[in-house]
């Protein structure tokens, strides 16, 4: 895990507020490539904002979400990853025109907070792991709470997105494997309403939308009244 640097070049590199041409041809790509490798299904896309800010906030199963997710989702998503993926400088360059920008993992990192609030500024939709990292199938994760933290100071919604079938990719080649993507209704901060409240009910909403073997410790959602 990296240390943010002192001489931190985020501050002098220029990172785009709007989707590239690149990540539209990357995107139309990848549908394409992707129809060889799995059978897309997707609910809900009427619960997505058509325009302004949002925080999507899908379950993380495996590296590949990002790219049912992003064929899956009419806006471009804007990622944070981890800094390390960022040290290769041709990487960077790349990543950054495929709507991607460096976060240090392990302590407050304010420029990635302060650009993902530019971001909602612009009216942009950003793509938030809440668990931080991958389950492997093995059930949602105890969250962190960024993503709702972020919303509540945004004032923006957050849209929890259910996946369920990218933890089969590669695993019954040569068939394709299904994917379901379930865009949830936009949960918005309530007045004075704190992080970890947030945080409990995006994740048990993504709980009632996953089978019960996703559920993991939110498995008891019906338990829960907001």
């Not at 785009?16 to 990540?23: A, D, F, G, I």
């Not at 709470?145 to 972020?150: K, M, Q, S």
């Not at 068939?175 to 994917?179: A, D, G, I, M, N």
């Not at 379930?182 to 970890?196: G, S, T, Y």
């Given at each position: 895990?990296?240390e943010?640097?002192r001489?931190?070049i985020?501050?002098?590199?220029?990172y785009?507020?709007?989707?590239?041409?690149?990540?539209k041809?990357?995107?139309?790509?990848l549908s394409?490539l992707f129809?060889?490798?799995?059978?897309l299904?997707?609910?809900?896309?009427?619960n997505?904002?058509r325009q302004?800010p949002?925080?999507l906030?899908?379950?993380h199963?495996?590296?590949?979400?990002?790219?049912?997710?992003?064929?899956?989702?009419?806006?471009?998503?804007?990622?944070m990853g981890k800094?390390?993926?960022?040290?290769?400088?041709i990487?960077?360059a790349?990543?950054?025109?495929?709507?991607?920008y460096?976060v240090y993992r392990g302590?407050?990192d304010?420029?990635?907070i302060l650009?993902?609030?530019?971001?909602?500024i612009?009216?942009?939709?950003?793509c938030?792991?809440p668990?931080g990292t991958?389950s492997?199938g093995r059930?949602l994760k105890?969250?962190k709470?960024?993503?709702?933290?972020?919303a509540?100071?945004?004032n923006?919604?957050?849209v929890p997105?259910?996946?369920d079938?990218?933890?089969?990719f590669?695993?019954?080649f040569p068939?394709?494997?299904?994917?379901r993507v379930?865009?949830?209704?936009?949960?918005?901060?309530?007045?004075?309403?704190?992080?970890?409240a947030?945080?409990?009910?995006i994740m048990?909403t993504l709980?009632?939308?996953?089978?019960n073997?996703?559920?993991?410790?939110y498995r008891?959602?019906?338990a829960k009244k907001?």
């Open positions: 895990m990296l943010i640097p001489d931190d985020r501050d002098r590199t220029n785009p507020m709007q989707e590239t041409w690149l990540h041809g990357a995107v139309s790509f394409f129809r060889f490798m799995m059978i299904e997707v609910e809900g896309l009427e997505l904002p302004g949002a925080v906030t899908p379950n199963l495996t590296n590949f979400d990002a790219f049912p997710l992003q064929i899956a989702i009419p806006r471009c998503l804007f990622y800094a390390e993926l960022f040290k290769n400088p990487l960077h790349l990543f950054r025109q495929l709507a991607g460096p302590a407050r304010e420029w990635a650009h993902s609030k530019r971001l909602i612009a009216g942009q939709v950003i938030i792991f668990e991958r492997k059930g105890v969250a709470t960024g993503a709702a933290r972020l509540i100071e945004a923006c919604p957050v997105v259910a996946v079938g990218s933890q089969q590669f695993k019954r068939r394709r494997t299904r994917v379930r865009v949830c209704k936009p949960i918005w901060p309530a007045k004075d309403e704190l992080p970890l947030m945080t409990e009910r048990f709980a009632e939308h996953l089978p073997n996703l559920r993991g410790v008891d959602f019906t907001f």
